[in-house]
């Protein structure tokens, strides 16, 4: 059963792994926001192997964020 879950594309194993967490919380899942969650995700991802965008580490990011806002980061 997981290797058929595994062979899925990306955006129905997002909307599989969404239907399983709302089974586990009692919530209905919204396909169409689940949907559209997979679709930004993906976009998100294609850029950045594009190299439209960049990351770092957390650290950093919330090291330069306490620095804009000041104050210490929480996590």
């Keep these: 059963m997981i290797d ?3 062979r899925l594309p990306p955006d129905a194993r ?3 792994a969404g239907e399983l967490l709302a089974s586990l919380e009692g919530e209905a899942v ?3 926001r689940e949907a559209a969650w997979a679709d930004e995700i993906r976009r998100r991802l ?3 192997q594009r190299g ?3 990351s770092m580490p957390a650290d950093d990011f919330l090291a330069r964020l306490s620095e804009t806002v000041g104050g210490k980061p929480t996590a």
């Design 30 to 32: 919204d396909s169409d």
């Design 52 to 54: 439209e965008v960049t």
């Design 4 to 6: 058929e879950a595994l």
């Design 14 to 16: 997002a909307a599989l």
């Design 46 to 48: 294609e850029a950045w």
